[in-house]
């Protein structure tokens, strides 16, 4: 008997709505929730655009807008939360949080992005370098960051391969001299060390801070660090793919505890000079080094601006703030009006009984976010920062600090002084002994 038309009709509606209305919700929720983080995202733009932090500090991807299908891997993949959605194609939204992972290069599936270093409005000074990592003065190489490589396991590799290229070359240092100094312990400085600790150079490591990680012993509590494993000398492939900062210092920790890396903490490369008799002479904080050959593993950061006032020298002073909580139940002054300087200061307020003073020399922040300015204003008006503008800092003492402000000179009590007064760039140190550079206004990064 034949099923009438009307039933089986019937049939298909059902069977089309059981599959439909699903469908249908699970799509009508996903654009709700996309619509709510495309609203985040031109928010956190915007918040952007009025502070002035539009401008990238590092390597920074770039987006092919007709390329973008909008498949939002860079965002999910992004660890800083630094790249978002808005208006169905992805952008850097929050360019002063970015700071060169590269993973969200390999995320997107089209290849719609570019890691670059400059922009069109700021430029960024780069080293001219041949395929060794030599520069134009022969002898003095350069690895990592500084000559255009972000990426923690790239430098590491370049580190290695610079220092092979460096080992390669046989030449015989004089009486007095070293093989090579390198200069810098971050992933290349790192990777340069352990090169030339397997090819049994005569080496030094130096490094102004007084533990190794460079920048990224700089990172925030549980940032993470590296999103892909690199291979190093004498110790082979590293047995983590994504890892956090805490985990990745300790684990250069061990590296170094394991194979007697030479390096030699809180010595600052000053300048470099042309030895007369050949080599260089690489003037430090802890006098002149003469060397063969030079391999410079810096950051882009540069060695931190000091206030150069009596006492500066204390082990208390810092130049970073690293971990808040170190500092519970002290008393402690936070130098500078930039955002890192606001940050410093209200991360420490909300610690159980520390008292924070923040000193800036001008009459107002400028260029800071009205997130930190809104916050830093909340922890002053409930009495956890002391505020003083227009004052400075004029000795520095064991145990307090002579502090001038606009009600005059005082004597305030203090454990710990965190100055937050930028950078002092390499680029000049290096122009001086004649290496080359060239400005990138966001070339991409090979």
Same mark, same amino acid.
């Given at each position: 008997?034949?099923?009438?038309?009307?039933?089986?009709t019937?049939?298909?509606?059902?069977?089309?709505?059981?599959?439909?209305?699903?469908?249908?919700?699970?799509?009508?929720?996903?654009?709700?929730?996309?619509?709510?983080?495309?609203? =985040?995202?031109?928010?956190?733009?915007?918040?952007?655009?009025?502070?002035?932090?539009?401008?990238?500090?590092?390597?920074?991807?770039? !987006?092919?807008?007709?390329?973008?299908?909008?498949?939002?891997?860079?965002?999910?993949?992004?660890p800083?939360? =630094?790249?978002?959605?808005?208006?169905?194609?992805?952008?850097? !939204?929050?360019?002063?949080?970015? !700071?060169?992972?590269?993973?969200?290069?390999?995320a997107?599936?089209?290849?719609?992005?570019k890691?670059?270093?400059?922009?069109?409005?700021?430029?960024?000074?780069?080293? /001219?370098?041949?395929?060794?990592?030599?520069?134009?003065?022969?002898?003095?190489?350069?690895?990592?960051e500084?000559?255009?490589?972000?990426?923690?396991?790239?430098?590491?590799?370049?580190?290695?391969?610079?220092?092979?290229?460096? =080992?390669?070359?046989?030449?015989?240092?004089?009486?007095?001299?070293?093989d090579?100094?390198?200069?810098?312990?971050?992933?290349?400085? !790192?990777?340069?060390?352990?090169?030339?600790?397997?090819?049994?150079?005569?080496?030094? @490591?130096l490094?102004?801070?007084?533990?190794?990680?460079?920048?990224?012993?700089?990172?925030?509590?549980?940032?993470?660090?590296?999103?892909?494993?690199?291979?190093?000398? @004498?110790?082979?492939?590293?047995?983590?793919?994504?890892?956090?900062k805490?985990?990745?210092?300790?684990?250069?920790?061990?590296?170094?505890?394991?194979?007697? @890396?030479?390096?030699?903490?809180?010595?600052?490369?000053?300048?470099?000079?042309?030895?007369?008799?050949?080599?260089?002479?690489?003037?430090?904080?802890?006098?002149?080094?003469?060397?063969?050959?030079?391999?410079?593993?810096?950051? $882009?950061?540069?060695?931190? $601006?000091?206030?150069?006032?009596?006492?500066?020298?204390?082990?208390?002073?810092?130049?970073? @703030?690293?971990?808040?909580?170190?500092?519970?139940?002290?008393?402690v002054?936070?130098?500078?009006?930039?955002?890192? =300087?606001?940050?410093?200061?209200?991360?420490l307020?909300?610690?159980?009984?520390?008292?924070?003073?923040?000193?800036?020399?001008?009459?107002?922040?400028?260029?800071?976010?009205?997130?930190? $300015?809104?916050?830093?204003?909340?922890?002053?008006?409930?009495?956890?920062? $002391?505020?003083e503008?227009?004052?400075?800092?004029?000795?520095?003492?064991?145990?307090?600090?002579?502090?001038?402000?606009?009600?005059?000179?005082? /004597?305030?009590?203090?454990?710990?002084?965190?100055i937050?007064?930028?950078?002092?760039?390499?680029?000049?140190?290096?122009?001086?002994?004649?290496i080359?550079?060239?400005?990138?206004?966001?070339?991409?990064?090979?």
């Amino acid at each position: 008997m034949a099923v009438p038309e009307t039933s089986s009709t019937l049939e298909s509606v059902y069977g089309f709505l059981i599959y439909a209305v699903p469908a249908g919700l699970t799509y009508g929720i996903y654009l709700r929730g996309r619509k709510k983080r495309e609203r =985040a995202a031109e928010q956190g733009w915007q918040e952007a655009v009025e502070a002035g932090m539009v401008e990238p500090p590092s390597l920074h991807p770039v !987006i092919n807008l007709e390329g973008c299908i909008c498949a939002a891997a860079c965002v999910t993949a992004c660890p800083e939360g =630094a790249i978002g959605i808005i208006g169905g194609k992805a952008k850097l !939204i929050n360019p002063a949080h970015c !700071i060169g992972h590269g993973a969200c290069l390999p995320a997107c599936p089209v290849d719609a992005l570019k890691l670059v270093f400059g922009t069109e409005k700021r430029g960024i000074d780069i080293p /001219q370098l041949t395929p060794e990592f030599e520069t134009n003065v022969p002898g003095i190489f350069i690895a990592g960051e500084l000559g255009g490589m972000g990426l923690i396991r790239k430098a590491a590799e370049q580190g290695k391969q610079a220092m092979q290229n460096i =080992a390669g070359r046989k030449i015989k240092p004089r009486a007095g001299q070293r093989d090579v100094v390198i200069v810098g312990c971050g992933p290349a400085g !790192i990777g340069a060390g352990l090169a030339a600790h397997e090819k049994k150079l005569d080496y030094v @490591l130096l490094e102004q801070e007084s533990s190794l990680g460079g920048a990224v012993f700089h990172y925030p509590r549980n940032k993470i660090a590296m999103t892909a494993p690199v291979t190093l000398p @004498l110790i082979g492939k590293m047995q983590f793919k994504e890892v956090q900062k805490e985990r990745l210092l300790e684990y250069w920790q061990e590296v170094v505890g394991k194979t007697g @890396l030479r390096i030699q903490f809180r010595t600052r490369m000053e300048k470099i000079e042309a030895d007369p008799d050949g080599g260089f002479i690489v003037q430090s904080s802890q006098g002149p080094i003469k060397t063969a050959q030079v391999l410079l593993t810096i950051g $882009r950061s540069g060695t931190p $601006r000091k206030l150069d006032v009596p006492g500066e020298d204390q082990s208390k002073v810092m130049y970073r @703030l690293i971990d808040a909580a170190q500092y519970t139940g002290q008393h402690v002054t936070v130098v500078g009006g930039g955002d890192s =300087a606001l940050e410093a200061a209200i991360a420490l307020s909300e610690e159980e009984g520390t008292t924070v003073t923040l000193s800036y020399r001008s009459e107002a922040f400028s260029r800071v976010k009205e997130k930190n $300015r809104q916050r830093l204003k909340a922890q002053q008006e409930a009495g956890r920062v $002391r505020v003083e503008l227009k004052s400075k800092v004029l000795e520095i003492h064991k145990d307090h600090l002579l502090f001038e402000t606009t009600a005059g000179i005082e /004597q305030l009590k203090n454990d710990a002084i965190i100055i937050c007064a930028g950078g002092i760039l390499p680029t000049p140190v290096l122009k001086e002994i004649g290496i080359n550079f060239a400005t990138k206004h966001g070339e991409v990064e090979d």
